[in-house]
């Protein structure tokens, strides 16, 4: 069952929606807490409870509301209603943010954060497209509160603008019927079914995920593909060989009129080793040594030799199997 217990803040009871999962999740121990950002009991907790601390739920309040700039694929981040996962991907990225706390916080003003999007998307002179789902997964998200449902509704009054978010969940069904009119963009990131299975555990498999990406096509969202993160395990051509035939196979051809794919080369840190060894003691050892290059302080990413190669075979592979799909970036 999920969760096993709720750490909140008082004041999120104020809020509807905090009033609803307390409802909701009554059954379950409910523990006060002074922040959600420091939880010292969990925060001292050793990194072999990584994964039990996944099962924990955390309610609050969101403080910060700033926007911050970015290029890629939105001209805003922008701070939403939840941050962190239930799910235990070797390589997250949440980890480098909140260490082993990484687990699911849930925002319970999001009428707050909803009518600062509306606003902002209404005074620019152009549609800019705001990026909700960076601190976390939507779709994994929803499950739990409804948020998305209600997001995607919400804004799809305005006039104005786009709402983006990436997802590695096959949950979309309660997103199919509703009214987005097109400002709503879902990206489906994908990685070969032995990745999955051994590093993105706790996500929904490959073939779940593209099925997905073809209901939510034939909904009429518009809908992107990640090709993320790409890991160089030791037989990774073949695998990625294999991930974009399946792709071919199994994409509808409405799905492939619309996509575009952007390729994220994995990135990894000092925190994921030390985590990993002791929450998953089994667990495929992402680092390697000749591959990788420091990147900061204490983090690691790929030699630039090494993500060449990788670009440069992926590139062949798509231009030969998904041949009118735009590739966005590669980064």
Known sequence: MFPDKVYYEPAALEYPLGRQLRERYGDVPWIPIESHNNIEELRKNENSQFAKMKRHLIVGVRK????????????????YTSSGCSAMCLYCYLVCNYNKCSYLRLFVNREQMMDKLLKEAAKADRDLVFEI??????????????????????FSKSEKGFLTFP?????????LKLNHRGRTIMRMSVNPQEIIRKI???????????????KMCEADYPVGLLIAPVVFVE??????????????????????SKLSIEIIFMTYSFIHRSINKEAFPKAVDLFDKALM????RGKYWYKESARKEGEEFLKEQIAKNLKNIPIVYVV
């Not at 910060?64 to 701070?79: A, C, E, G, R, W």
Request: proline letters at 5%; a negative charge; hydrophobic letters at 35%.
């Open 64 to 79: 910060s509301l700033k926007y911050v700039p970015n290029h890629k694929t939105s001209d805003f981040l922008v701070p």
């Open 133 to 154: 789902g960076s601190n976390s997964d939507l779709v994994l998200e929803n499950t739990v509160t409804e948020n998305l449902e209600w997001t995607i509704e919400s």
């Open 167 to 175: 997802t590695k969940f096959d949950m979309i069904e309660p997103l």
């Open 235 to 256: 037989n990774w051509r073949a695998l990625y060989k294999e991930l974009i035939e399946q792709l071919s196979q199994k994409l509808s051809e409405k799905a492939k």
């Open 293 to 296: 290059t420091g990147r900061g």
């Open 200 to 214: 993105e555990f706790g996500t929904s498999p490959l073939n779940s995920r593209i099925d997905a990406i073809n």
